[in-house]
């Protein structure tokens, strides 16, 4: 049961992995804030829709179940 919970761990990561290299790219965020520029900020608090907002959602159910079966496998390794 150990070996299994491994390799599962092993594939979560692999997962997590291409879910965030998949999600869209925020830089022209990041870019006004360097640069001052203000005209985005008005929009800056709108929902994601569509796949956007999918890859955001399974990253973070992922990345909590990531967490707990790390924290199950510490526990079964004593």
């Known amino acids: 049961m150990y070996a299994i919970l491994i390799y599962l ?6 997962l997590i992995l291409v879910l965030v ?10 870019l ?9 900020a008005l929009f800056s608090n709108q929902r994601r829709k569509g796949i956007g907002s ?3 959602y399974l990253t973070g159910i ?8 790390g ?7 004593k």
Request: aromatic share 10%; glycine share 4%; charged share 5%.
């Open 62 to 69: 992922i990345g909590v179940a990531w967490v707990i079966l």
């Open 54 to 56: 999918l890859l955001q």
């Open 9 to 14: 761990m092993a594939l979560m990561s692999f």
């Open 71 to 77: 924290i199950v496998l510490t526990y079964l390794s």
């Open 32 to 40: 006004s804030l360097f640069s001052g520029d203000n005209s985005s």
């Open 21 to 30: 290299v998949m999600q869209p790219a925020k830089q022209q965020d990041a």
